[in-house]
């Protein structure tokens, strides 16, 4: 299963109202409809998103994979972009 994230895909979310919360509360609230442990794939900054899933809501998953996940201090590399 796929997640339209906040602001991506069908999701109308307006852009100023996106954060890493939604993010992690539209994974979490799907995975609330879901009896069996999951597998949470992520890619870039969704492996951020899963893990903070895993973190709150560890009994939900039984795997995670992160791809490419963004997870150190990026200020310099954005300042520069």
Do not use: W
């Amino acid at each position: 299963m796929a997640v339209d994230l906040p602001g991506s895909g069908e999701n109308t979310t307006l852009p100023q109202e996106v954060t890493l919360k939604s993010y992690t509360d539209k994974v979490m609230a799907i995975l609330e409809k879901v009896d069996s442990p999951v597998i949470l794939v992520g890619h870039s900054m969704a492996g951020v998103v899963i893990s903070q899933v895993a973190e709150y809501i560890p009994k939900k998953y039984k795997s995670l994979f992160m791809f490419l996940q963004l997870c150190c201090k990026m200020t310099k590399v954005f300042k520069r972009l």
